[in-house]
Protein backbone atom coordinates (compact mmCIF):
# COMPACT_ATOMS: atom_id res chain seq x y z
CA UNK A 1 0.00 0.00 0.00
CA UNK A 2 3.03 2.68 0.20
CA UNK A 3 2.69 1.85 -3.48
CA UNK A 4 -0.53 3.23 -3.44
CA UNK A 5 0.08 5.93 -2.41
CA UNK A 6 3.30 7.07 -4.26
CA UNK A 7 1.06 6.05 -7.69
CA UNK A 8 -1.25 8.83 -6.55
CA UNK A 9 1.81 11.49 -5.91
CA UNK A 10 3.15 10.58 -9.15
CA UNK A 11 -0.21 10.65 -11.05
CA UNK A 12 -2.66 12.93 -9.65
CA UNK A 13 -1.65 16.46 -10.82
CA UNK A 14 -1.13 15.10 -14.87
CA UNK A 15 -4.54 13.13 -14.16
CA UNK A 16 -5.95 16.22 -13.25
CA UNK A 17 -4.51 18.16 -16.20
CA UNK A 18 -6.02 15.63 -18.29
CA UNK A 19 -9.53 15.59 -17.27
CA UNK A 20 -9.03 19.66 -17.02
CA UNK A 21 -9.25 20.04 -20.75
CA UNK A 22 -12.13 17.46 -21.24
CA UNK A 23 -13.98 19.17 -17.87
CA UNK A 24 -13.01 22.32 -17.79
CA UNK A 25 -14.14 23.18 -14.18
CA UNK A 26 -11.14 22.64 -12.02
CA UNK A 27 -13.23 21.86 -8.55
CA UNK A 28 -14.98 19.07 -10.23
CA UNK A 29 -11.41 17.72 -11.62
CA UNK A 30 -9.99 17.56 -8.42
CA UNK A 31 -13.21 15.94 -7.11
CA UNK A 32 -13.55 12.89 -10.20
CA UNK A 33 -9.48 12.25 -9.90
CA UNK A 34 -10.21 11.87 -5.77
CA UNK A 35 -13.10 10.10 -6.27
CA UNK A 36 -11.18 7.59 -8.34
CA UNK A 37 -8.66 7.17 -6.32
CA UNK A 38 -10.63 6.34 -3.12
CA UNK A 39 -12.98 4.06 -5.36
CA UNK A 40 -9.08 2.19 -6.32
CA UNK A 41 -7.92 2.10 -2.16
CA UNK A 42 -11.58 0.76 -0.95
CA UNK A 43 -11.89 -1.47 -3.85
CA UNK A 44 -7.89 -2.53 -4.04
CA UNK A 45 -8.50 -2.35 -7.47
CA UNK A 46 -4.55 -1.71 -8.50
CA UNK A 47 -3.55 -4.76 -7.59
CA UNK A 48 -5.01 -6.47 -10.27
CA UNK A 49 -3.74 -3.95 -12.93
CA UNK A 50 -1.01 -4.60 -15.82
CA UNK A 51 -0.96 -0.90 -16.94
CA UNK A 52 -1.68 1.23 -13.99
CA UNK A 53 -1.41 4.20 -16.59
CA UNK A 54 -3.29 3.58 -18.94
CA UNK A 55 -5.94 1.89 -16.55
CA UNK A 56 -5.72 5.11 -15.02
CA UNK A 57 -6.06 7.25 -17.97
CA UNK A 58 -9.24 5.39 -18.99
CA UNK A 59 -10.80 5.58 -15.89
CA UNK A 60 -10.38 9.43 -15.67
CA UNK A 61 -11.80 9.67 -18.81
CA UNK A 62 -14.92 7.39 -18.10
CA UNK A 63 -15.75 9.36 -14.88
CA UNK A 64 -14.78 12.80 -17.34
CA UNK A 65 -17.77 11.76 -18.95
CA UNK A 66 -20.09 10.24 -16.36
CA UNK A 67 -19.43 14.05 -15.21
CA UNK A 68 -20.44 15.47 -18.44
CA UNK A 69 -23.51 13.50 -18.78
CA UNK A 70 -24.85 14.40 -15.43
CA UNK A 71 -24.26 17.57 -15.93
CA UNK A 72 -26.08 17.56 -19.28
CA UNK A 73 -29.17 17.29 -17.48
CA UNK A 74 -29.03 20.47 -15.46
CA UNK A 75 -27.89 21.52 -19.55
CA UNK A 76 -25.05 22.79 -18.58
CA UNK A 77 -23.12 21.87 -21.28
CA UNK A 78 -24.17 21.23 -25.34
CA UNK A 79 -25.49 17.60 -26.09
CA UNK A 80 -23.89 17.44 -28.97
CA UNK A 81 -20.23 17.77 -27.08
CA UNK A 82 -20.90 14.52 -25.02
CA UNK A 83 -17.97 12.18 -26.08
CA UNK A 84 -19.70 8.55 -27.07
CA UNK A 85 -17.48 6.17 -25.96
CA UNK A 86 -14.75 6.30 -23.34
CA UNK A 87 -11.92 5.90 -25.95
CA UNK A 88 -12.56 6.60 -29.52
CA UNK A 89 -13.25 3.90 -31.97
CA UNK A 90 -10.41 3.25 -34.17
CA UNK A 91 -10.34 5.78 -37.01
CA UNK A 92 -12.14 8.32 -35.28
CA UNK A 93 -9.35 9.68 -33.05
CA UNK A 94 -9.15 13.34 -33.21
CA UNK A 95 -7.44 16.47 -31.98
CA UNK A 96 -10.12 16.35 -29.21
CA UNK A 97 -8.80 13.13 -28.17
CA UNK A 98 -5.02 14.13 -28.56
CA UNK A 99 -5.38 17.38 -26.46
CA UNK A 100 -6.21 15.70 -22.94
CA UNK A 101 -3.18 13.55 -23.80
CA UNK A 102 -0.79 16.15 -24.15
CA UNK A 103 -1.94 17.81 -21.50
CA UNK A 104 -1.42 14.74 -19.42
CA UNK A 105 2.09 14.28 -21.07
CA UNK A 106 3.57 18.00 -20.11
CA UNK A 107 1.97 17.70 -16.64
CA UNK A 108 3.71 14.61 -16.16
CA UNK A 109 7.53 16.58 -17.15
CA UNK A 110 10.00 17.67 -14.63
CA UNK A 111 9.65 21.23 -13.84
CA UNK A 112 12.22 22.43 -16.09
CA UNK A 113 11.41 19.90 -18.91
CA UNK A 114 8.16 20.83 -18.90
CA UNK A 115 8.94 24.70 -18.94
CA UNK A 116 11.15 24.41 -21.72
CA UNK A 117 8.47 22.31 -23.85
CA UNK A 118 5.76 24.67 -23.00
CA UNK A 119 7.63 27.57 -24.23
CA UNK A 120 8.31 26.19 -27.13
CA UNK A 121 5.04 24.36 -28.01
CA UNK A 122 2.98 26.30 -26.85
CA UNK A 123 4.30 29.72 -26.85
CA UNK A 124 5.88 28.72 -30.27
CA UNK A 125 9.50 30.47 -28.78
CA UNK A 126 12.92 29.08 -30.90
CA UNK A 127 15.60 27.33 -28.58
CA UNK A 128 17.61 30.68 -28.21
CA UNK A 129 14.61 32.48 -27.20
CA UNK A 130 13.76 30.50 -24.81
CA UNK A 131 17.50 30.28 -23.76
CA UNK A 132 17.55 34.04 -23.25
CA UNK A 133 14.19 33.92 -21.34
CA UNK A 134 14.89 31.21 -18.83
CA UNK A 135 18.78 32.44 -18.82
CA UNK A 136 19.80 28.68 -19.56
CA UNK A 137 22.04 28.18 -22.52
CA UNK A 138 20.30 26.60 -25.96
CA UNK A 139 22.72 23.61 -25.36
CA UNK A 140 20.52 22.86 -21.77
CA UNK A 141 17.32 23.86 -24.38
CA UNK A 142 18.12 21.07 -26.56
CA UNK A 143 18.68 18.55 -23.89
CA UNK A 144 15.50 19.31 -22.45
CA UNK A 145 13.54 18.98 -25.31
CA UNK A 146 15.33 15.69 -26.50
CA UNK A 147 14.09 14.74 -22.99
CA UNK A 148 10.48 15.18 -23.49
CA UNK A 149 10.70 13.62 -26.66
CA UNK A 150 11.97 10.29 -25.26
CA UNK A 151 9.35 10.91 -22.74
CA UNK A 152 6.66 11.27 -25.36
CA UNK A 153 7.99 8.27 -27.08
CA UNK A 154 8.32 6.17 -23.90
CA UNK A 155 4.50 7.35 -22.88
CA UNK A 156 3.33 6.05 -26.45
CA UNK A 157 4.97 3.15 -26.22
CA UNK A 158 4.03 1.68 -22.48
CA UNK A 159 0.41 2.53 -23.50
CA UNK A 160 0.42 0.47 -26.83
CA UNK A 161 -3.11 0.77 -26.92
CA UNK A 162 -3.12 4.64 -27.86
CA UNK A 163 -0.07 3.68 -30.13
CA UNK A 164 -2.45 1.55 -32.13
CA UNK A 165 -5.20 3.41 -32.60
CA UNK A 166 -2.87 6.41 -33.38
CA UNK A 167 -1.50 4.44 -36.16
CA UNK A 168 -5.24 3.11 -37.24
CA UNK A 169 -6.20 7.05 -37.44
CA UNK A 170 -3.38 7.84 -39.51
CA UNK A 171 -3.20 5.29 -42.03
CA UNK A 172 -6.84 4.81 -42.32
CA UNK B 1 24.87 6.72 -33.59
CA UNK B 2 23.61 6.84 -29.80
CA UNK B 3 19.80 6.99 -29.36
CA UNK B 4 20.29 10.28 -27.18
CA UNK B 5 21.68 11.78 -30.24
CA UNK B 6 18.72 11.13 -32.06
CA UNK B 7 16.11 12.47 -30.05
CA UNK B 8 18.08 15.73 -29.61
CA UNK B 9 18.22 15.93 -33.63
CA UNK B 10 14.38 14.76 -33.97
CA UNK B 11 13.16 17.02 -31.33
CA UNK B 12 15.25 20.12 -33.20
CA UNK B 13 13.57 19.18 -35.92
CA UNK B 14 9.81 18.89 -35.11
CA UNK B 15 10.79 22.39 -33.36
CA UNK B 16 11.84 23.61 -36.61
CA UNK B 17 15.19 24.14 -35.70
CA UNK B 18 16.78 22.21 -38.42
CA UNK B 19 20.54 22.20 -37.91
CA UNK B 20 22.50 21.00 -41.39
CA UNK B 21 24.36 18.32 -39.48
CA UNK B 22 20.30 16.84 -38.72
CA UNK B 23 18.70 16.44 -41.99
CA UNK B 24 20.47 13.12 -43.03
CA UNK B 25 19.06 11.19 -39.68
CA UNK B 26 15.63 12.49 -39.62
CA UNK B 27 15.61 11.23 -43.20
CA UNK B 28 16.95 7.41 -41.86
CA UNK B 29 14.19 8.22 -38.98
CA UNK B 30 11.33 8.53 -41.29
CA UNK B 31 12.13 5.73 -43.37
CA UNK B 32 12.78 3.32 -40.81
CA UNK B 33 10.17 3.88 -38.51
CA UNK B 34 7.67 5.50 -40.70
CA UNK B 35 4.94 5.36 -37.71
CA UNK B 36 6.71 6.31 -35.38
CA UNK B 37 7.73 9.94 -37.25
CA UNK B 38 4.38 10.49 -38.19
CA UNK B 39 2.82 10.23 -34.73
CA UNK B 40 5.14 12.11 -32.85
CA UNK B 41 5.15 15.11 -35.50
CA UNK B 42 1.51 14.83 -35.17
CA UNK B 43 2.09 15.64 -31.45
CA UNK B 44 4.42 17.48 -31.40
CA UNK B 45 2.45 20.16 -33.66
CA UNK B 46 1.78 23.89 -31.77
CA UNK B 47 -0.97 24.05 -29.91
CA UNK B 48 -2.49 26.02 -26.57
CA UNK B 49 -1.42 23.72 -23.30
CA UNK B 50 -2.02 24.68 -20.02
CA UNK B 51 -0.79 22.99 -17.22
CA UNK B 52 -2.19 23.97 -13.33
CA UNK B 53 -0.23 23.03 -10.57
CA UNK B 54 -2.76 20.49 -8.31
CA UNK B 55 -1.67 19.59 -5.35
CA UNK B 56 -1.25 16.04 -4.98
CA UNK B 57 -0.05 16.40 -1.52
CA UNK B 58 -2.71 18.33 -0.52
CA UNK B 59 -5.26 16.65 -1.68
CA UNK B 60 -3.59 13.02 -0.30
CA UNK B 61 -4.34 14.45 2.75
CA UNK B 62 -7.64 15.66 2.41
CA UNK B 63 -8.85 12.18 1.32
CA UNK B 64 -7.86 10.81 4.54
CA UNK B 65 -7.66 7.44 2.98
CA UNK B 66 -4.84 6.45 5.59
CA UNK B 67 -7.60 6.79 8.29
CA UNK B 68 -10.07 4.64 6.13
CA UNK B 69 -7.97 1.37 7.15
CA UNK B 70 -9.53 -0.25 10.09
CA UNK B 71 -6.60 -0.51 12.31
CA UNK B 72 -5.10 3.02 11.88
CA UNK B 73 -8.82 4.38 12.81
CA UNK B 74 -8.62 6.59 16.11
CA UNK B 75 -12.07 7.49 17.94
CA UNK B 76 -12.50 10.58 19.64
CA UNK B 77 -14.99 10.11 22.58
CA UNK B 78 -15.96 13.44 23.45
CA UNK B 79 -16.56 13.36 27.09
CA UNK B 80 -16.02 17.15 27.75
CA UNK B 81 -18.89 19.06 27.64
CA UNK B 82 -16.44 21.83 26.06
CA UNK B 83 -14.99 19.30 23.37
CA UNK B 84 -19.14 19.08 22.30
CA UNK B 85 -19.14 22.58 22.14
CA UNK B 86 -16.14 22.73 19.73
CA UNK B 87 -17.31 20.24 17.61
CA UNK B 88 -20.60 22.02 17.40
CA UNK B 89 -19.06 24.89 16.40
CA UNK B 90 -16.78 23.72 14.29
CA UNK B 91 -19.69 21.81 12.21
CA UNK B 92 -21.64 24.62 12.03
CA UNK B 93 -18.60 26.54 10.43
CA UNK B 94 -17.81 23.92 7.96
CA UNK B 95 -21.83 24.48 7.10
CA UNK B 96 -21.41 28.05 6.63
CA UNK B 97 -17.87 27.34 4.52
CA UNK B 98 -20.30 25.30 2.31
CA UNK B 99 -22.23 27.98 2.16
CA UNK B 100 -19.66 30.49 1.13
CA UNK B 101 -18.58 28.43 -1.71
CA UNK B 102 -21.92 27.63 -3.27
CA UNK B 103 -23.59 30.84 -2.74
CA UNK B 104 -20.23 32.78 -3.55
CA UNK B 105 -17.26 30.90 -5.11
CA UNK B 106 -18.98 28.28 -6.95
CA UNK B 107 -20.91 30.24 -9.10
CA UNK B 108 -18.02 32.00 -10.91
CA UNK B 109 -17.14 28.49 -12.77
CA UNK B 110 -20.36 28.11 -13.72
CA UNK B 111 -20.99 27.82 -17.68
CA UNK B 112 -24.07 29.64 -18.85
CA UNK B 113 -25.04 28.91 -22.24
CA UNK B 114 -27.78 30.13 -24.20
CA UNK B 115 -30.08 29.30 -27.26
CA UNK B 116 -31.54 32.15 -29.70
CA UNK B 117 -34.87 30.74 -31.25
CA UNK B 118 -35.46 30.66 -34.82
CA UNK B 119 -36.86 34.46 -34.68
CA UNK B 120 -34.83 36.48 -32.18
CA UNK B 121 -31.78 37.69 -33.93
CA UNK B 122 -29.45 40.36 -33.36
CA UNK B 123 -29.32 38.79 -29.61
CA UNK B 124 -26.05 40.45 -27.86
CA UNK B 125 -24.55 39.49 -24.86
CA UNK B 126 -21.44 40.71 -23.16
CA UNK B 127 -19.01 38.38 -21.91
CA UNK B 128 -16.91 38.45 -18.55
CA UNK B 129 -13.66 39.98 -20.09
CA UNK B 130 -15.91 42.55 -22.28
CA UNK B 131 -15.97 40.59 -25.44
CA UNK B 132 -19.21 41.22 -27.39
CA UNK B 133 -21.21 38.46 -28.99
CA UNK B 134 -23.98 39.08 -31.69
CA UNK B 135 -25.94 35.76 -32.14
CA UNK B 136 -28.50 35.25 -34.78
CA UNK B 137 -31.08 33.23 -34.77
CA UNK B 138 -31.08 29.64 -34.18
CA UNK B 139 -27.64 29.91 -32.83
CA UNK B 140 -25.86 28.56 -29.65
CA UNK B 141 -23.16 29.54 -27.17
CA UNK B 142 -21.76 28.58 -24.42
CA UNK B 143 -19.23 30.32 -22.06
CA UNK B 144 -17.75 30.45 -18.18
CA UNK B 145 -19.45 33.19 -16.17
CA UNK B 146 -16.28 33.61 -15.24
CA UNK B 147 -12.84 33.35 -17.03
CA UNK B 148 -10.07 31.12 -15.90
CA UNK B 149 -6.96 29.95 -17.07
CA UNK B 150 -5.00 30.62 -20.12
CA UNK B 151 -7.64 30.69 -22.35
CA UNK B 152 -11.12 32.66 -22.70
CA UNK B 153 -12.68 29.50 -24.43
CA UNK B 154 -16.68 29.71 -25.69
CA UNK B 155 -18.52 26.83 -27.63
CA UNK B 156 -20.54 28.24 -30.66
CA UNK B 157 -23.34 26.28 -32.78
CA UNK B 158 -24.63 28.16 -35.67
CA UNK B 159 -23.85 31.77 -36.39
CA UNK B 160 -22.53 34.78 -34.29
CA UNK B 161 -20.21 37.98 -34.43
CA UNK B 162 -17.87 38.51 -31.91
CA UNK B 163 -15.90 41.46 -30.61
CA UNK B 164 -13.16 40.38 -28.93
CA UNK B 165 -11.81 42.44 -25.97
CA UNK B 166 -8.15 42.81 -26.33
CA UNK B 167 -5.62 40.54 -24.18
CA UNK B 168 -2.98 39.11 -25.47
CA UNK B 169 -1.89 37.41 -22.42
CA UNK B 170 -5.17 35.09 -22.79
CA UNK B 171 -6.15 33.83 -26.00
CA UNK B 172 -9.83 33.83 -26.88
CA UNK B 173 -11.10 30.61 -28.29
CA UNK B 174 -14.12 29.36 -29.96
CA UNK B 175 -14.58 26.28 -30.61
CA UNK B 176 -17.20 25.04 -33.25
CA UNK B 177 -18.16 21.22 -33.99
CA UNK B 178 -15.27 20.97 -36.22
CA UNK B 179 -13.16 23.78 -36.32
CA UNK B 180 -11.33 26.15 -33.44
CA UNK B 181 -10.83 29.54 -33.81
CA UNK B 182 -8.03 32.19 -31.97
CA UNK B 183 -8.18 35.53 -32.10
CA UNK B 184 -6.47 38.24 -29.08
CA UNK B 185 -8.57 40.86 -30.19
CA UNK B 186 -10.39 41.74 -32.79
CA UNK B 187 -14.12 41.62 -34.25
CA UNK B 188 -15.40 38.59 -37.35
CA UNK B 189 -18.31 36.90 -37.66
CA UNK B 190 -18.75 32.91 -37.63
CA UNK B 191 -21.00 30.68 -39.35
CA UNK B 192 -21.11 26.94 -38.28
CA UNK B 193 -23.09 23.99 -39.05
CA UNK B 194 -22.50 20.70 -37.95
CA UNK B 195 -19.22 20.05 -40.63
CA UNK B 196 -19.13 23.33 -41.60
CA UNK B 197 -17.45 26.46 -40.33
CA UNK B 198 -16.97 29.57 -41.89
CA UNK B 199 -14.63 32.88 -40.27
CA UNK B 200 -14.90 36.15 -41.88
CA UNK B 201 -12.87 38.86 -40.72
CA UNK B 202 -13.92 42.52 -40.16
CA UNK B 203 -10.47 43.73 -38.29
CA UNK B 204 -7.76 42.28 -36.85
CA UNK B 205 -6.49 38.60 -37.37
CA UNK B 206 -8.06 35.51 -36.77
CA UNK B 207 -6.57 32.14 -36.55
CA UNK B 208 -8.59 29.07 -37.71
CA UNK B 209 -7.87 25.23 -37.27
CA UNK B 210 -9.18 22.52 -38.27
CA UNK B 211 -9.69 19.72 -35.10
CA UNK B 212 -10.06 17.01 -37.34
CA UNK B 213 -6.62 17.79 -38.82
CA UNK B 214 -5.28 20.00 -37.11
CA UNK B 215 -4.10 22.40 -40.11
CA UNK B 216 -4.46 26.20 -39.33
CA UNK B 217 -4.10 29.10 -41.21
CA UNK B 218 -4.25 32.70 -40.27
CA UNK B 219 -6.84 35.12 -41.75
CA UNK B 220 -6.92 39.32 -41.71
CA UNK B 221 -9.52 42.05 -42.45
CA UNK B 222 -11.26 41.38 -46.31
CA UNK B 223 -10.29 37.13 -45.59
CA UNK B 224 -12.86 34.58 -44.75
CA UNK B 225 -11.65 30.54 -43.96
CA UNK B 226 -13.92 27.71 -44.39
CA UNK B 227 -13.77 24.28 -42.85
CA UNK B 228 -15.74 21.25 -44.21
CA UNK B 229 -14.56 18.20 -43.24
CA UNK B 230 -11.12 17.87 -43.31
CA UNK B 231 -10.50 20.85 -45.67
CA UNK B 232 -9.47 24.29 -44.87
CA UNK B 233 -9.86 27.04 -47.62
CA UNK B 234 -8.75 30.86 -46.94
CA UNK B 235 -10.53 33.40 -49.68
CA UNK B 236 -11.20 36.91 -50.28
CA UNK B 237 -14.22 37.79 -48.95
CA UNK B 238 -16.46 38.39 -51.94
CA UNK B 239 -20.37 39.17 -50.20
CA UNK B 240 -20.71 42.75 -48.69
CA UNK B 241 -23.68 41.37 -46.76
CA UNK B 242 -21.81 38.76 -44.28
CA UNK B 243 -22.47 41.05 -41.59
CA UNK B 244 -26.20 42.08 -42.65
CA UNK B 245 -27.51 39.42 -40.44
CA UNK B 246 -26.72 41.66 -37.70
CA UNK B 247 -26.64 45.12 -39.30
CA UNK B 248 -29.50 45.07 -41.25
CA UNK B 249 -27.32 46.89 -44.09
CA UNK B 250 -27.49 45.60 -47.81
CA UNK B 251 -25.07 47.09 -50.81
CA UNK B 252 -25.60 45.29 -53.60
CA UNK B 253 -23.66 46.13 -56.68
CA UNK B 254 -24.86 44.83 -59.74
CA UNK B 255 -25.77 41.34 -57.99
CA UNK B 256 -27.83 38.26 -59.51
CA UNK B 257 -31.51 38.66 -57.88
CA UNK B 258 -31.36 34.90 -56.50
CA UNK B 259 -28.00 36.36 -54.76
CA UNK B 260 -30.40 39.03 -53.22
CA UNK B 261 -32.95 37.01 -52.24
CA UNK B 262 -30.12 35.06 -50.27
CA UNK B 263 -28.86 38.02 -48.34
CA UNK B 264 -32.19 38.98 -47.53
CA UNK B 265 -33.20 35.77 -46.25
CA UNK B 266 -30.56 36.25 -43.63
CA UNK B 267 -32.27 39.14 -42.38
CA UNK B 268 -35.89 39.48 -42.56
CA UNK B 269 -38.01 37.00 -40.90
CA UNK B 270 -40.38 36.39 -43.60
CA UNK B 271 -38.47 34.70 -46.65
CA UNK B 272 -38.56 35.79 -50.37
CA UNK B 273 -38.77 32.98 -52.88
CA UNK B 274 -38.09 33.97 -56.44
CA UNK B 275 -41.43 31.65 -58.56
CA UNK B 276 -40.04 28.93 -60.20
CA UNK B 277 -42.47 29.01 -63.27
CA UNK B 278 -41.79 32.35 -64.05
CA UNK B 279 -38.24 33.07 -62.96
CA UNK B 280 -37.09 36.98 -62.75
CA UNK B 281 -33.49 37.27 -64.34
CA UNK B 282 -31.77 40.41 -63.08
CA UNK B 283 -29.01 42.73 -61.64
CA UNK B 284 -29.80 44.57 -58.57
CA UNK B 285 -27.28 47.53 -57.52
CA UNK B 286 -29.04 49.16 -54.34
CA UNK B 287 -28.23 49.95 -50.55
CA UNK B 288 -31.14 49.51 -48.20
CA UNK B 289 -30.51 50.32 -44.18
CA UNK B 290 -32.38 48.67 -42.31
CA UNK B 291 -35.46 49.61 -43.88
CA UNK B 292 -38.94 47.18 -44.05
CA UNK B 293 -38.76 44.72 -46.56
CA UNK B 294 -41.72 45.59 -47.96
CA UNK B 295 -40.18 48.52 -48.99
CA UNK B 296 -37.16 46.72 -50.18
CA UNK B 297 -39.66 44.58 -52.59
CA UNK B 298 -40.71 47.83 -53.83
CA UNK B 299 -37.59 48.85 -55.11
CA UNK B 300 -37.09 45.57 -56.34
CA UNK B 301 -40.35 45.49 -57.76
CA UNK B 302 -39.83 48.50 -59.94
CA UNK B 303 -35.83 48.23 -60.67
CA UNK B 304 -36.85 44.51 -61.76
CA UNK B 305 -39.89 45.54 -63.55
CA UNK B 306 -41.64 42.32 -61.69
CA UNK B 307 -44.32 41.13 -59.84
CA UNK B 308 -44.75 40.60 -56.14
CA UNK B 309 -47.29 38.58 -54.28
CA UNK B 310 -47.40 37.49 -51.02
CA UNK B 311 -48.24 33.78 -49.17
CA UNK B 312 -48.49 32.99 -46.00
CA UNK B 313 -44.87 32.00 -45.69
CA UNK B 314 -43.20 33.99 -47.97
CA UNK B 315 -43.22 37.10 -50.65
CA UNK B 316 -42.77 35.57 -54.50
CA UNK B 317 -41.35 37.72 -57.10
CA UNK B 318 -42.48 36.29 -60.91
CA UNK B 319 -41.51 37.83 -64.06
CA UNK B 320 -44.75 40.05 -65.39
CA UNK B 321 -45.62 38.55 -69.11
CA UNK B 322 -45.38 42.09 -70.35
CA UNK B 323 -41.62 42.41 -69.65
CA UNK B 324 -39.42 42.66 -72.74
CA UNK B 325 -36.65 40.30 -73.15
Known amino acids: MVNFKEIFHSYYAPLCNYALSIVRNETAVEEIVQKL ?78 QVFLLSRSSGMTYKEIAEEMGISVKTVENQMSRALKSMKVLLKKNHLLYILLIIKIFQ | MSME ?9 FSDEESEAGGKT ?12 FILSRLWKRRDIHVKDFNAAKAWESMGLEAKKPRKTKIIYLRHGFLKL ?23 REIISMQTSHLERGKNIVLADGTMVWLNSDAYISYPRKFYGGTRTTDLRGEAFFQVKKDPAHPFVIKTKNTTIEVRGTSFNVRSSTNMTEVTVKTGKVKVRNILT ?29 LSWKT ?78
Open chain 2, 248 to 325: GYFKFDNVPIEQVVKDLNTYYAKKVVIDRKKPVACNLTAQFDDISLQDILKIIKLTCECGVRESADNYILYALKTKKQ
Open chain 2, 214 to 242: GKEIMITRGYSARTENDKLLKFRTTNPNY
Open chain 1, 37 to 114: FIDLWEKNALEKVDNVEYYLLKSTKYKCIDYLRSKKQTKEFPVSDLPEKAFPEPGNLTEEDIIPLLHYFASKLPPKTR
Open chain 2, 86 to 108: AAAVAIFLMGMAAVYYFRVLAPS
Open chain 2, 5 to 13: KIYEILSRH
Open chain 2, 26 to 37: VENFKKKHELEY
